[in-house]
């Protein structure tokens, strides 16, 4: 059975950092593409990041775009999300997806989803 | 970058079919995805590549994508299939995913 599990959301404070992991086990894991997706209290979902099978680049939302970091550790079959200059509006549910491609996007999908963590940015 | 446009609800007697549009400019081009979003829990794909279903998905639900729109169709609607659902599509121009707004659909 495929599992994704987001750790790591919490308390942050504006212009602070938080790292979140999204440990995934049940398929192979560098067989697929990765990405993380958030939704806001009371907003539809905004995709984050993702990440290639393979690893290497990263690409981002431009809402993101500078300020966090994805990258994946594909021996521990695990992703990560490093966020900084954290601002209010980044307060969200952060789900991880599994992609149905390693290294394309063109025709794949978000076959399973995590259940999501919390952060929240406040003062 | 591509734009995926929503209505913000939709509403089916039970037992009817729901019809759940998702516009973008030459959508029909691109592979569309549906996704269903209720409190609590985990997203869940609904349907993939326009109109195909993962299992587990009844056959109820059907997509389909003409032109500049895609539509989710839900028939027999039911209950349980209140929630938010969300259409997708990779930009490639942008090397992003994007999501619509999402349309809350309310059986009634």
């Known amino acids: 059975e495929v599992q994704l599990l987001e750790s790591g959301g919490g308390l942050a404070q504006p212009g602070g950092s938080l790292r979140l992991s999204c440990a995934a086990s049940g398929f192979n894991f560098n067989s697929h593409a990765v990405s993380w997706v958030r939704q806001a209290p009371g907003k539809g979902l905004e995709w984050v990041s993702g990440?290639?099978?393979?690893?290497?680049?990263?690409y981002y939302a431009d809402s993101v775009k500078g300020r966090f970091t994805m990258s994946r550790d594909n021996s521990k079959n695990t992703l990560y999300l490093q966020m900084a200059s954290l601002r209010a509006e980044d307060t969200a549910i952060y789900y991880c997806?599994?992609?149905?491609?390693?290294?394309?996007?063109?025709?794949?999908?978000?076959?399973?989803w995590g259940q999501g963590t919390l952060v929240t940015v406040s003062s | 970058s591509y734009v995926l446009t929503q209505p913000s609800s939709v509403s089916v007697a039970p037992g009817q079919t729901a019809a759940i549009p998702c516009g973008g400019h030459n959508i029909d081009r691109k592979s569309v995805h549906w996704y269903q979003l209720r409190p609590g829990r985990a997203p869940v794909l609904v349907i993939y590549n326009d109109n195909d279903r993962p299992s587990g998905i009844p056959e109820r639900f059907s997509g389909s994508n003409s032109g500049n729109t895609a539509t989710l169709a839900i028939s027999r609607g039911e209950a349980g299939d209140e929630a938010d659902y969300y259409c997708q599509v990779w930009d490639s121009s942008s090397d992003q995913w994007v999501f619509g707004g999402g349309t809350k659909l309310t059986v009634l």
């Open positions: 997806a599994k992609e149905y491609y390693a290294e394309s996007s063109e025709g794949s999908f978000f076959q399973n």
């Open positions: 990440i290639r099978g393979s690893g290497g680049s990263a």
